[in-house]
C-alpha cells in the first residue's frame, strides 16, 4: 500500500487481557514510531525505531508496555495485562530518516488503532 | 523536564479571519520543529522547521521558526471551516534516535 497501515482500527478488550497492536510501515522507511492519544490530550511519544539500532523505548509508560520490529518493517505493540487508563488511540508512523534526502524526517501516520480497556 | 507549549489551547473564528498559533519551546538537543493538522484520529503533517527565520509556505498557511526565542508561530491567512481541527506543534530531538515531544494542541474552530 501508499501509506502506513495499522490493525486492527478498533479493539474492545477487558481488564487485565493482553493485546497486540500491528503497524506496517511504508515500505523502505527505516524509522518508525509508536504514540499514544488520550481523549483530550496531546500525543505521547511511545517508541521509536530506527533501522537495526537498538530502539529508543524512553516513552514507554510501564513494563507492561512492549514492543518489536521484525525485519526492519512491521511493528507489533504489545499491552500485557490492560488497565482502563491505556484506553487511547495508538498511532503509528514511519519516516525515511537517515536517508539524508530532504524532507526524510516527515512522519507519515497510520490511522491508528482505538484501544477500549473495559 | 523538556516541553513543548501551544497558545492559545483553543481559538473560535469566522471564516475569513486571519489566525496566528504560537509554539514555543525549551527542549536541548534541537533537531526540528513540526507542525501538524489533526482532524480525525491521525495527524497531517504540514511543516518541518530547522532553520531560523526562514518562512516556509502551503497555500494559505505559513509557519517560521525563531531559535534564538525558541519559538515557532503558525499563520493561517482567509480561513475556511475545513481548516476547523487541532494543530499540534512538535519538537524533534536528536538524542540517540530521534524522538518528538509534542504540545497540546490548538483547537481551533472555523465558523461559517
Known amino acids: 500500500g501508499a501509506g502506513v497501515s495499522q490493525s486492527p482500527s478498533n479493539k474492545v478488550t477487558e481488564k487485565g487481557k493482553d493485546v497486540e497492536l500491528r503497524c506496517d510501515p511504508i515500505?523502505?522507511?527505516?524509522?518508525l514510531y509508536w504514540y499514544r492519544q488520550r481523549l483530550g490530550q496531546g500525543l505521547e511519544f511511545l517508541i521509536y525505531f530506527q533501522g537495526n539500532s537498538a530502539p529508543d523505548k524512553s516513552g514507554l509508560p510501564s513494563d507492561r508496555f512492549s514492543a518489536e520490529r521484525t525485519g526492519g518493517s512491521v511493528s507489533t505493540l504489545t499491552i500485557q495485562r490492560t488497565q482502563q487508563e491505556d484506553s487511547a488511540v495508538y498511532l503509528c508512523?514511519?519516516?525515511?530518516?537517515?536517508?539524508?534526502?530532504?524532507?526524510?524526517?516527515?512522519?507519515?501516520f497510520g490511522p491508528g488503532t482505538r484501544l477500549t480497556v473495559l | 523536564e523538556d516541553k513543548v507549549v501551544q497558545s492559545p489551547l483553543s481559538l473560535v473564528v469566522h471564516e475569513g479571519d486571519t489566525v496566528t498559533l504560537n509554539c514555543s519551546y525549551e527542549v536541548t538537543n534541537f533537531r526540528s520543529l513540526l507542525w501538524y493538522k489533526q482532524e480525525k484520529k491521525a495527524p497531517t503533517f504540514l511543516f518541518m522547521l530547522t532553520s531560523s527565520g526562514i518562512e516556509k509556505k502551503s497555500g494559505r498557511l505559513s509557519s517560521i521558526l525563531d531559535k534564538k526565542e525558541l519559538f515557532s508561530i503558525l499563520n493561517i491567512t482567509a480561513t475556511q471551516t475545513g481548516d476547523s481541527a487541532i494543530y499540534l506543534c512538535?519538537?524533534?530531538?536528536?538524542?540517540?534516535?530521534?524522538?518528538?515531544?509534542f504540545g497540546p494542541g490548538t483547537r481551533l474552530s472555523v465558523l461559517p
Open positions: 512538535a519538537e524533534g530531538r536528536d538524542n540517540y534516535g530521534q524522538n518528538f515531544v
Open positions: 508512523a514511519s519516516s525515511l530518516v537517515g536517508s539524508g534526502l530532504v524532507g526524510a524526517d516527515t512522519q507519515y
Open positions: 515500505s523502505g522507511h527505516t524509522a
